[in-house]
């Protein structure tokens, strides 16, 4: 599948970046030219006094690379707790370092926020760990569940047991305990929380803090969410498929294991389960059999062969609706294809060919039995007489019968769609 | 039959079929080879050089389609049968414009099938009931004049007749009977329609082989 057309999403593009290939990434996918984007975040940087750095490490942390690589935190999640814990302070001291590199550059304006940012980048980088590394369980839980299957590459290893359960556990409460920390300490030493007049900064200071525990979980909750519901739909559609299957193939399957002595019956059988399946497969493409005269014929062809046991193959060129003279053409039809079941099924097929045109309509019924001769017929069975010559005549339309030569018999009705017989028999 | 029995490359991606239709044709035809693959289907035709080969029309990697489309390229002269358990008209009309001279179902009985396959050798077209109604129905009906090639997008009354005789279960030779005309004038008859289907531009054509993406 190619991937060039469709939009890409934001990935750390590594071959190309400079630093972390965060900026190459977001290039790549908004089409911004590189160099460009580096010296708009650099001033962003000087101008923020170094908070966009931070957004940096953050983005560094959480985007994926673009040739499905490692981040930072795929490595974390195939890292044991303790590991973890490590990684996390050498961001929290990372943070540490480029603040104070800020501090001397001069980019500076409060020793106020160092240690809060640290605590924060801190605790929020082990949150953002744990939370990778339990990426296939269940979000929104705080460390209650071990971390399942560990990753792509990870996926072998052994069931962590109680004790790391426990430590997962004790690692996302300190990371929340870090943040809420970091930002109380951040509001104590600018002494904030004293002023009423301050009240609206300590919210806001509050409410990033909380953005910064929750936007993982939240980040992660929503990718489960999509990913459960399109697992959910393909399983529905499964036992959806594996309950028509059931009802249908594997009945008709089971019958004809018990029918096996008798080929007529198993061919009949299997001539209807090939016909439902095609129906079912064909979903709504076909009208119903009470307004369209093809799907009606289609229809008594059906029955006859259920009924019969015989094989009839319809063709039907064109279509229209059913009225009261192609109800009529329909019951001579019938009859024609009920009489060739029951007298010349063998050998088979009996065929039925519909020719639905504008100004009239055709349809022939020709069978290859031993054929008959329709003046030599009894006058007791009048089927073939009342039921289609007859019914025929009275409605406006022409019925024959025909022997042929090398075979068979055809029987042909024609009639006008708009009363008359049509122009000439052929 | 005097002539030699015609060889046949079998391809379908089901064994089971495949031994079905060997059993069936035994000492009626000459069977070459047999391929469960598009590859391999190309492969051997391309070895065997058979009279006709025998392609089933729904396989994975392209199908009987992609199987037609690459021998042609290779050895145009080679002939198709085509055969599906499908009937759906985008599937028949598709593999026909592809270059096949013909298409069967697969519940045709063995000797029918024979029969079928010796008609192909001899460079003539197999028509089935069921594609006799799908060629009536896609020439069914007027086109705008400007777009109408009369070569190619119309049938001729004949043509036409002869058609719905086979759409009604009339075997060639019936046909020649019943229309007064030679075996062969029928052959003739068929030979053009199949013609016609495979250039013409009818949009109800074009559109079915821009479904399959035939045309780009």
Known sequence: MSAVARRTPLRRDTRHGLVGGVLAGIAARTGIDPVLLRVGFAILAIATGGLALLAYLVDWAALPAVDGGSTLLAHTRRLQGRERLRVAIGVGLLTLAALLAFRQLGIWWSD??????????????????????NGAGAPGSLGAEPPTDAGEKGGGRAAPAASSRFA???????????????????LSSNNILG????????????????????????????????????????????????????????????????????????????????????????????????VSLAAALREAAEKVEDDHRAAVEVVVVGDCELDARTEALLGAAREALLNAAKHAADPGPIRLYAEIEDSRIEVFVRDRGPGFDLEAVSPDRRGVRESIVGRMERAGGEAEVRSIASGGTEVSLAIGRDGTAGEDER | ??????????????????????????????????????EEAVASILREKPDVALVDVHMPGGGGIEVIRRVAHERPVQRFLALSVSD???DVIAVIRT????????????????????????????????????????????????????ELDQLTPREREVLRLIARGYMYKEIALRLDISPKTVEAHVGAVLRKLQLSNRHELSRWAVERRLID
Do not use: C
């Open chain 1, 112 to 133: 106020a926020v160092a240690w809060p940012l640290a605590l924060a980048a801190f605790g929020a980088a082990l949150l953002w760990a744990r939370l990778q590394a």
């Open chain 1, 168 to 186: 997962e556990l004790y690692s996302g409460v300190f990371g929340v305990l870090l943040v809420v920390g970091a930002a109380l300490l951040f």
């Open chain 1, 195 to 290: 002023g009423v007049r301050d009240a609206a900064l300590a919210t806001v200071v509050a409410v990033v803090a909380l953005g910064l525990i929750l936007a993982p979980f939240l980040w992660r909750l929503g990718r489960n969410f999509a990913g459960e519901r399109a697992e959910r739909i393909r399983s529905q559609e499964r036992a959806e498929l594996a309950a028509h299957l059931h009802d249908s193939v594997l009945q008709t399957l089971t019958l004809m294991q018990k029918r096996a002595d008798d080929p007529r019956e198993v061919a009949a059988l299997a001539r209807r389960q090939e016909r439902e399946l095609r129906d079912w497969l064909a979903a709504d493409r076909r009208p119903p059999a009470d």
């Open chain 2, 1 to 38: 039959m005097s002539a030699p029995l015609p060889s046949v490359v079998i391809v379908d991606d089901h064994e089971l079929f495949r031994a079905g239709v060997r059993a069936e044709l035994e000492n009626l035809v000459e069977i070459r080879a047999e391929a469960g693959t598009v």
């Open chain 2, 88 to 90: 759906s008209a985008e």
């Open chain 2, 99 to 150: 270059g096949a001279r013909g298409y069967v179902t697969k519940s045709i009985s063995g000797e029918d099938l024979a029969q079928a396959i010796g008609r192909v050798r001899d460079g003539d077209a197999v028509f089935s009931p069921r594609l006799a109604g799908f060629v009536l129905d896609a020439f069914h009906g007027e086109i705008p004049e400007a777009e109408v090639d009369p």
